[in-house]
C-alpha cells in the first residue's frame, strides 16, 4: 500500500510541475509575471532602484520622468506643475490652483488632490496658504508614488523662491500611507476634461474641486469610501446620479475662494 501512494504521490507531483511548466512557457512575456528585479546584498533582498527618473533643480525647475512617456514638469516662479503623457495631453496646474487640460481652464482647486494616471502612477498634490491670504493656496509639494517607488518634490510653492527639492525612496507603499489623498481625478482620455472623478466616476469639474474647499478636510475621502461601498450594490447610473448631486449639495457651486472673492492668477500664464 505505500508503495501505491508513493507512486500515486510522484504522479501528481509530476503533474502539477508539468502544468506549471506549460503555463511559464506559454507566457507571452516572463517578466510580466510579477516579479521584482533585484540583488541579494548582505543576506538582504535588494529592489530594483526606482523607475522615476529627475533632473537636479535648477533656477526654480526641474523634470521628471515618470516611465511610459509620462513627464513632470515643475516651475516654482509660478507654483506649477505640468504632466504630460505619451499621446500629447497636457495637464496643467498653476497658481492657486488652476486646472487646464489641453489649454482648457477645467476648475480650480483648494486643498489636497491625487492625480492617478492610467500606468498607476499618483501624484498627490499638497498645498498652502498663498501668502497671508487664508482664501488662497498654491501647491506646496508633490508625493510621487507607484508601487515601491516614491518621490517627494518640496518647495513647489513661489511663497519661497529657490527651495525646490526632490528626494526620492523605495519605500513607495509606507510613503502612499502616510499622506491622505483628498479629492482623487483618475486620467482619462475619453471624458471631456482628460480627468474622471473617483467619486461619481463623471468627467471631473468645478463641482468635484468644490469638494477641497478649506475646512473640507476628509469630506473626498468620506465620499469615495461611500462611493466604493455602493457600487457594488446600485447601478452605475443609479450611484453616478446621487453621487452627484451629493457632491453638488456639499460643495456648491460657486467658482470663487468666498462670495464676492474671484479666483485670480497669481502670475502669467506661463507660454506653451
Do not use: C
Not at 498627490?124 to 517607488?149: H, K, M
Not at 518647495?155 to 519661497?160: H, L, P
Not at 502616510?178 to 471631456?192: F, Q, S
Not at 468635484?208 to 462611493?227: C, H, M, R, V
Request: aromatic letters at 6%; glycine letters at 12%; zero cysteines.
Amino acid at each position: 500500500m505505500t508503495s501505491i501512494n508513493t507512486a500515486f504521490s510522484n504522479a501528481v507531483g509530476t503533474l502539477v510541475l508539468g502544468a506549471v511548466a506549460d503555463r511559464m512557457a506559454t507566457a507571452a512575456n516572463f517578466a510580466q509575471m510579477g516579479f521584482q528585479l533585484g540583488v541579494m546584498l548582505n543576506g538582504a533582498f535588494q529592489p530594483a532602484a526606482p523607475a522615476f527618473s529627475a533632473s537636479m533643480p535648477q533656477d526654480g525647475k526641474a523634470t521628471v520622468d515618470l516611465g511610459d512617456g509620462y513627464t513632470l514638469e515643475i516651475n516654482e516662479a509660478n507654483s506649477e506643475f505640468v504632466v504630460r503623457d505619451a499621446d500629447g495631453n497636457v495637464t496643467q496646474i498653476w497658481g492657486d490652483p488652476h486646472f487646464n487640460y489641453n489649454g482648457q481652464h477645467v476648475g480650480d482647486f483648494w486643498d489636497t488632490m491625487t492625480l492617478e494616471l492610467e500606468n498607476g502612477t499618483k501624484i498627490t498634490v499638497n498645498t498652502e496658504p498663498f501668502g497671508n491670504n487664508p482664501n488662497a493656496t498654491v501647491t506646496s509639494q508633490l508625493v510621487i508614488t507607484r508601487g515601491d517607488q516614491a518621490m517627494i518634490i518640496d518647495g513647489v510653492s513661489q511663497n519661497r523662491l529657490g527651495d525646490l527639492n526632490i528626494s526620492m525612496s523605495n519605500n513607495g507603499y509606507a510613503i502612499d500611507a502616510a499622506y491622505r489623498d483628498g479629492l482623487t481625478i483618475r486620467e482619462n482620455d475619453a471624458a471631456g476634461s482628460g480627468w474622471t472623478s473617483g467619486i461619481t466616476g463623471d468627467a471631473v469639474s468645478q463641482e468635484d474641486f468644490n469638494l477641497t474647499k478649506i475646512g473640507n478636510a476628509g469630506l473626498p475621502e468620506a465620499l469615495q469610501a461611500f462611493s466604493d461601498a455602493l457600487r457594488g450594490v446600485l447601478g452605475a447610473w443609479l450611484l453616478t446620479g446621487v453621487l452627484s448631486g451629493l457632491a453638488e449639495a456639499l460643495g456648491g457651486a460657486s467658482e470663487t475662494s468666498e462670495p464676492g472673492s474671484p479666483r485670480v492668477a497669481l502670475g502669467p500664464t506661463p507660454t506653451r
